[in-house]
């Protein structure tokens, strides 16, 4: 026995030294590719005079990057896991506005996997105020998706490929419901909720949507939707029953032009012109001028580094507040992960800013449909804790801040949310499921003792009993009255006007201000000038505060970004589907069982 347990020993140990040496290798391989690249006589990027700043976003835009925690994570991560900063992209298109060396702005959005309507509003504004200064802003592509269009139908001229494509297919879809199928696995799914909108559950106990879900989901979706139009009617100087024909008749248009899609979308006016990738370039090049064969233009990546990535107005008297982003499913842990929220890490950081007396105020940017019940109120418990020493939180909705999204935020000073914000959603639910038929099924049963009946009562293999069943629901029902107490405490309203709104119903940002949800629309900035106002300061700078991250792994990221070590952004639409769901699924692994998630909040 002991011989056989020496070999295995030698035989892991063994593994783990090849394992090391192999990622060790490939780090000292990249660095050396790095440093070739670096010292190997290639031009260096530089700003030529009368120069195009081009535009090319790779991968999903989000409020902030979450770096791996650890160096061999950041090597080895899939390239369809790109994201890139809208901070980022607005503050190079701020800046290219007053540098003289650029003259126009190509934007590239092929690769742009996935932006939110939020996102893209902001982007519009930013282009528009770049156009005020007498410059250009030139977009072209193949394949245009709404969200995409949106952003290059704010441009000076926009072209497309003669073989390309756009359409409007409006915002909502369909869900996947699971009751037939539990049901043939003898699979009994255990539901707790509380709120006749909390249509989170319904996948697990129906086969389609229920009405008061269709309601709601119908009036939030269009209310998205007419901004959406609105906005691509006023870039382009059409009527919004222009753009809205296109949408919902596009057939009949398409028909007209005996099936020729990028012509439908000409003949639309929502396309200046149909163009080849050479024809535009040599447009382009007409302007701008050409360098050794190609066009004479910089990349956002390669502008941002050499113009700086933040504005250096660093102020030795101004006061700070600092920003903190809460990005993803909201579960206790997960710090790291890409599309979770830790809550371990964010009350990290407002516990730093609660020690730190140079910070006067917090605005907690939350872009999240919520997750687990208990780490949303850890992190507002915090927040309380900051507001303690006198200082303010002002919460700033991105594209989502729904039901713990909306928690975390409930007692804070002031919210900021944007007009296509989804918000709302409160809400509490729980979900156990337990497998006591299906192992039947297969000759497996359970039996045993307990000391109290609760001992037996809850076990997913034996089923709960009707004790263990009242204690879920009497938990549920608590925190949905937790979270009622919360809103109508911080946003002073009665319990009753609270339930009015409450239920689990989601709502768009400008619906939740009527409502009084909200204290008023703006971005972030928006934000920010509120958190000074109330923190009564007039000098102010905004701070980042993240948590600290490996060293190498920065490093590791940002020169595979800048060398073009990440090939591509393009993932399998069903592949990417699937991953969805099951970030979804992960979503349910809180320890208490109670949730205050919106499944359905995503455009």
């Known amino acids: 026995m002991s011989e056989s347990t020496g070999f295995f020993s030698k035989l892991g140990h063994r593994i783990t030294q090849v394992r090391t040496f192999v990622i060790n290798s490939v780090f000292v391989i990249v660095v050396l590719s790095i440093l070739v690249s670096l010292f190997g006589g290639n031009d260096a990027p530089t700003i030529r005079n009368n120069s195009a700043l081009i535009i090319q976003p790779m991968g999903s835009i989000v409020e902030q990057n ?8 950041a090597l080895f991560q899939d390239s369809s896991d790109a994201t890139i900063e809208i ?15 650029i003259k126009m702005i190509v934007l590239d959005l092929s690769d742009l996997n996935q932006v939110s309507l939020t996102q893209a509003k902001r982007i519009v ?13 030139i977009s072209y592509g193949n394949v245009f998706e709404q969200n995409q269009y949106y952003i290059a139908s704010s441009s000076t001229e926009l072209y497309m490929n003669p073989w390309g494509q756009m359409l409007l297919q409006g915002y909502g879809g369909n869900n996947l419901y ?12 255990h539901i707790f909720r509380v709120g006749e909108f909390k249509s989170a559950t319904e996948p697990f106990s129906r086969i389609n949507m229920s009405d008061e879900a269709r309601q709601a989901s119908s009036s939030l979706y269009q209310g998205i939707w007419d901004e959406l139009v609105d906005g691509i009617a006023e870039n382009r100087q059409l009527t919004s029953n222009e753009v809205n024909d296109y949408a919902q008749n596009f057939d009949v248009l398409l028909a007209k032009t005996n099936g020729d899609m990028a012509r439908a979308a000409l003949e639309a006016n929502l396309i200046d012109e149909l163009l080849t990738q050479d024809q535009v370039e040599t447009r382009i090049a007409a302007e701008v001028g050409r360098y ?11 502008y941002l580094n050499m113009r700086g990535l933040m504005d250096e107005t660093n ?9 903190i982003v809460v990005q993803g499913a909201i579960l206790e842990d997960g710090q790291g992960v890409s599309n979770v929220a830790s809550a371990q890490d964010v009350i990290r ?4 800013a609660r020690f730190n007396e140079d910070i006067k105020a917090i605005v907690l940017r939350v872009d999240s449909p919520g997750g687990s019940a208990f780490a949303s109120e850890l992190i507002r418990q915090e927040l309380e804790l900051f507001q303690v020493t006198g200082r303010p939180v002002v919460a700033s909705f991105a594209n989502v801040a729904a039901s713990g999204g909306y928690w975390i935020s409930a007692t804070s000073d002031a919210i900021v949310a944007e007009s296509a914000t989804i918000t709302g959603s409160i809400g509490i639910f729980g979900v156990i499921p337990t497998f006591e038929k299906s192992l039947s099924r297969i000759g497996v049963y359970t039996d045993g003792v307990g000391t109290t009946p609760l001992a037996r009562g809850m076990d997913s293999f034996a089923g709960l009993s009707p004790q263990a069943q009242a204690i879920f629901q009497s938990s549920v029902e608590f925190g949905y009255g937790q979270f009622i107490d919360l809103v109508a405490r911080g946003r002073d309203m009665s319990k009753a006007e609270v339930e009015e709104v409450a239920q689990g119903r989601v709502w768009q940002g400008s619906k939740a201000l009527e409502l009084g949800l909200v204290d008023a629309l703006g971005d972030v900035n928006v934000a920010l000038e509120k958190a000074a106002e109330l923190a009564g300061v007039e000098q102010w700078q905004a701070i980042d505060l993240r948590q600290p991250i490996d060293p190498r792994s920065i490093f590791i990221i940002e020169m595979m970004d800048s060398f073009g070590l990440v090939l591509s952004a393009r993932t399998n639409p069903l592949l990417r589907s699937i991953q ?5 699924l992960a979503m349910f692994t809180d320890r208490r069982h109670t949730f205050a998630l919106c499944l359905a909040c995503t455009n």
Not at 580 to 584: A, F, G, H, I, Y
């Open 66 to 73: 979450v770096v791996p925690t650890n160096w061999q994570d």
């Open 87 to 101: 901070g980022h992209i607005l503050h190079a298109i701020k800046i290219a506005g007053s540098d003289e060396k």
């Open 125 to 137: 504004s930013a282009l528009q105020t770049f156009k005020e200064t007498g410059k250009k802003v």
């Open 178 to 189: 699971f009751k037939d199928l539990l049901a043939k696995l003898d699979i009994n799914m």
């Open 292 to 302: 050794e064969d190609e066009i004479n233009g910089i990349g956002m990546r390669s």
């Open 315 to 323: 102020d030795e008297n101004a006061a700070e507040i600092g920003v």
């Open 349 to 352: 950081r407002i516990r730093q």
């Open 580 to 584: 969805e769901q099951l970030d979804t």
